[in-house]
């Protein structure tokens, strides 16, 4: 079996096909629009209508899966890019992104905005909230992309863009260049150019990676939509889709077309520290310790607002917890390395230079891993139980829609696992994804501090230990309450 | 449709209460096949869904087990003895955990 999944027989000539993504993004496209439709005029009973189910139960959770198992295929399915696309016609952009906006600041900003948001408005309760946050989504991409050129939303603001960003650093797949030597003699560039013919005679014109990553100098998945224009658009054919060991990109201090080195860009640093702790913020905050913490940051601030109360908790849940905990291990780290720092080619020196921050910046990364998986154990969860739900509420949503049991009778009984079946799996996703980010940290320190490397990862593997032991409480909480109203 | 079921249920036990369906005129309406789905917020649990039995003219009775403390969502659903379909959200019942 080839290596590139573009050369295996039925996936690879379906992913090679010109119109595969315009086919992945109708489809869903059309779910956005039973999303819509069945949110704004269906039952306002959330697990009774199509909004709120595909939404919270299915879409999120089939899309760590795909991501997990895969690669970013949701990003490639986006239909906000297939609407985009269809008001480029009508407007075409022709300004630049400004130069201090090209970082993932902003996006992290509404990464965190939309966590915060959902939590205050208990949006997985709310169908019509959930359509309307779905056409402000579609909205929010049109509107920036038909003033800036490229990909600026995808790459620039999009929270779950940047959700998939950092999850595909996980993907056993990437899009690479399949022959150096190939790339060297292209004079070309179409794979960031754009092609004039496509890679076929006779095709209109194809465009190059909207997200800047040039094929001969992109390594790993960060920013990469799986579009896949990059293999439309090489003339010589030499773009592929090939299997990898997932993570190990995480490890890559090189220089990253459109991306830079990780090791030196704080922004996605903050993104990966972000990712993890809004994955145990997202999962605690269903349970009913939360409940009482609610209380007890009411009553200490003695406020009967649920937005104040949330923010405090979301501040320190997302911001100065993890701030203060990958601080620690950062100091930790330099304070027993002080006497191995690295050097550029490898050699290392006696003196300290690098400060906490730096040091953050590139042991972060290694707990993607264990982010990744606890975001899996927690949607994993709403699929595997609900995964069959879809089926009654689509019967239902076709009453709404006509009147009579166009699908047949709802059956209430299609559900999905029992919770109790699926928490071993939890569990082993969360140990699993604790080995990954302990491998990666590891790897890690013997990349940089290779003369103490057991005593630079310590700290990490430590933090390691303390976060999976807190995921696995999480996910032990009962299901009791959860959903429940906040009350002072 | 009048529910009267409180509204405070201990979990895992057993909830009965009743209701009325009546017409535009008032009237209350006899022979509906109804039956009531018990829905938690958070989509994609597992709902509870009874029959109801009419007891008296127009009147329904309805028991269900609330498998989880929660907010719960009733919604009644079913055919009336003319055909026609009935799809309506009913009231809302919070239980509490048991023990």
Same mark, same amino acid.
């Given at each position: 079996v080839s290596a590139d999944v573009l050369r295996w027989p039925v996936v690879g000539r379906f992913l090679r096909w010109r119109h595969a993504r315009t086919a992945a993004q109708l489809a869903l496209l059309l779910v956005a629009a039973a999303v819509v439709f069945h949110g704004l005029f269906g039952p306002q009973v959330a697990p009774a209508n199509l909004a709120t189910v595909l939404t919270w139960v299915h879409y999120r959770g089939l899309l760590i899966v795909a991501v997990l198992a895969s690669a970013n295929l949701f990003c490639m399915g986006c239909p906000m890019v297939l609407v985009r696309d269809a008001a480029r016609r009508v407007h075409s952009p022709h300004r630049s992104w400004p130069r201090r906006l090209r970082n993932k600041w902003a996006a992290l900003v509404l990464f965190a905005g939309v966590l915060f948001v959902y939590e205050l408005f208990d949006l997985w309760a709310l169908p019509r909230a959930t359509a309307m946050l779905v056409l402000g989504y579609f909205a929010a991409a049109v509107a920036i992309d038909v003033v800036f050129t490229g990909a600026t939303f995808c790459k620039y603001l999009c929270p779950v863009g940047q959700f998939n960003f950092v999850a595909a650093t996980m993907a056993p797949l990437e899009v690479r260049a399949r022959d150096q030597g190939v790339c060297r003699s292209c004079r070309t560039f179409d794979c960031i150019a754009g092609s004039p013919t496509g890679s076929q005679a006779g095709q209109p014109r194809q465009r190059g990676c909207e997200l800047r990553l040039f094929l001969p100098l992109k390594r790993g998945?960060?920013? +990469?939509?799986? +579009?896949l224009d990059c293999v439309h658009a090489c003339p010589h054919d030499n773009a592929a889709l090939s299997l990898r060991v997932p993570g190990l990109e995480l490890v890559d201090a090189g220089r990253r077309s459109g991306v830079g080195r990780l090791p030196e860009r704080r922004d996605i640093a903050a993104l990966a520290v972000l990712f993890v702790s809004g994955a145990l913020v997202n999962a605690f905050a269903m349970t009913d310790p939360a409940r009482r913490v609610e209380s007890w940051v009411a009553e200490s601030l003695r406020t009967s607002s649920e937005g104040l109360v949330l923010a405090v908790m979301f501040l320190f849940g997302l911001v100065i917890a993890p701030v203060l905990v990958v601080a620690v291990a950062a100091a930790v780290t330099r304070r027993v390395s002080l006497h191995d720092l690295p050097l550029e080619g490898g050699s290392h020196r006696n003196v300290g230079s690098g400060n906490i921050a730096d040091v953050a910046t590139r042991f972060a990364y290694a707990l993607i891993p264990l982010g990744a998986c606890v975001w899996l154990a927690h949607y994993g969860f709403h699929l595997l139980t609900g995964l069959f739900t879809v089926v009654p509420v689509a019967q239902t949503a076709a009453i709404d829609a006509v009147g009579w049991a166009a699908l047949g009778e709802?059956?209430?009984?299609?559900?999905?696992?029992q919770p109790g079946t699926v928490f071993p799996l939890q569990l082993g996703f969360i140990v699993l994804g604790a080995m990954g980010s302990v491998a990666i940290a590891s790897r890690i320190a013997s990349r940089d501090y290779s003369g103490r490397p057991g005593a630079a990862a310590a700290p990490w593997i430590v933090l390691v230990v303390v976060l999976t032991a807190v995921a696995m409480w999480l996910i032990a909480q009962p299901m009791a309450l959860r959903g429940a109203s906040f009350a002072v | 449709v009048e529910w009267t079921a409180g509204e405070v249920a201990i979990s895992g036990t057993s909830m009965r209460d009743a209701f009325t369906l009546r017409d535009a005129a008032q009237r209350p309406v006899t022979g509906a096949m109804l039956r009531v789905e018990a829905h938690m917020d958070h989509p994609g649990m597992a709902p509870v869904v009874a029959p109801a039995r009419e007891r008296v003219e127009g009147v329904y009775e309805v028991q269900m087990d609330l498998t989880m403390g929660g907010q719960w969502t009733l919604r009644l659903t079913g055919t009336l003895a003319d055909g026609r379909r009935v799809q309506q959200e009913i009231g809302s019942v919070a239980a509490r955990p048991s023990g």
């Open positions: 998945s960060m920013d +990469c939509t799986l +579009c709802p059956a209430w009984r299609w559900v999905g696992l | -």
